[in-house]
């Protein structure tokens, strides 16, 4: 074993023993951008549920996932987002008792569910923010049309309340050191932001840690 597989496993047990000492808390919602090439490798379901369950264990309270689907012809797309739906409800049956999630499809519909108490996990498979803005601004115009809300009652706080995310991301996670992508483009205004240096296929439970302990280190500023 070489020096550099030896201090390993040493350096996240001391960045995991930093986390839990920390004064600071955790993140209670983490977002990560993924492309839909990151859960078709071979290994790519598993590497995420790896992923989730690291959250867990360091108390964030809820993933939102965005799976930006490439840009292609609609068939190929909707077949991808059928593929990946598919993939993830079967996969995500191996997530602890008490652990709730929601897959959402390229029109922003329900494609599974299940309720949960201590940790949910949101997907949005290609379905991005300006998309949920929109289908949120049309809902809050039929509710005025029907008679049900009045125009000047309309605000941030209803906006917020016709998203399918309701809560704000407290970092949002992009792997590769690209740039962000058009996911909870309302909900992330004030998000910390973080870009890994290697792809997701690569990214290791060290990785996760870093994002963890780099956050407790931040000062939020929230715009100001």
Do not use: C
């Given at each position: 074993?070489?020096?550099l597989s030896f201090g390993h496993p040493l350096y996240e047990r001391f960045l995991a023993w930093q986390i839990t000492r920390s004064t600071t808390k955790t993140p209670?919602?983490?977002?990560?951008?993924?492309?839909?090439?990151?859960?078709?490798?071979?290994?790519?379901?598993?590497?995420?549920?790896?992923?989730?369950?690291?959250?867990?264990?360091?108390?964030?309270?809820?993933?939102?996932?965005?799976?930006?689907?490439?840009?292609?012809?609609?068939?190929?797309?909707?077949?991808?987002?059928?593929?990946?739906?598919?993939?993830?409800?079967?996969?995500?049956?191996?997530?602890?008792?008490?652990?709730?999630?929601?897959?959402?499809?390229?029109?922003?519909?329900?494609?599974?569910?299940?309720?949960?108490?201590?940790?949910?996990?949101?997907?949005?498979?290609?379905?991005?923010?300006?998309?949920?803005?929109?289908?949120?601004?049309?809902?809050?115009?039929?509710?005025?049309?029907?008679?049900?809300?009045?125009?000047?009652?309309?605000?941030?706080?209803?906006?917020?309340?016709?998203?399918?995310?309701?809560?704000?991301?407290?970092?949002?996670?992009?792997?590769?050191?690209?740039?962000?992508?058009?996911?909870?483009?309302?909900?992330?205004?004030?998000?910390?932001?973080?870009?890994?240096?290697?792809?997701?296929?690569?990214?290791?439970?060290?990785?996760?840690?870093?994002?963890?302990?780099?956050?407790?280190?931040?000062?939020?500023?929230?715009?100001?």
């Amino acid at each position: 074993m070489d020096l550099l597989s030896f201090g390993h496993p040493l350096y996240e047990r001391f960045l995991a023993w930093q986390i839990t000492r920390s004064t600071t808390k955790t993140p209670e919602h983490v977002a990560i951008i993924l492309k839909e090439t990151d859960l078709l490798e071979p290994r790519g379901m598993e590497k995420l549920l790896s992923a989730l369950l690291i959250f867990k264990r360091f108390k964030v309270e809820l993933v939102s996932i965005y799976v930006d689907i490439l840009k292609a012809d609609q068939p190929v797309k909707t077949e991808l987002a059928s593929t990946l739906g598919s993939s993830l409800e079967e996969s995500f049956t191996d997530l602890p008792s008490g652990t709730g999630y929601k897959v959402h499809g390229l029109e922003g519909e329900v494609k599974s569910s299940r309720q949960g108490k201590d940790f949910f996990v949101y997907v949005s498979l290609g379905f991005g923010g300006r998309g949920e803005i929109t289908r949120a601004v049309l809902s809050i115009l039929e509710e005025v049309k029907a008679g049900s809300v009045r125009p000047e009652e309309v605000d941030e706080k209803m906006l917020e309340s016709h998203l399918l995310v309701k809560h704000e991301p407290d970092i949002m996670i992009r792997s590769g050191g690209q740039k962000l992508s058009d996911f909870l483009v309302w909900q992330s205004v004030y998000s910390e932001l973080y870009f890994t240096d290697v792809n997701w296929k690569d990214v290791r439970r060290i990785d996760l840690l870093r994002v963890i302990r780099d956050f407790q280190k931040r000062q939020r500023r929230y715009g100001k």
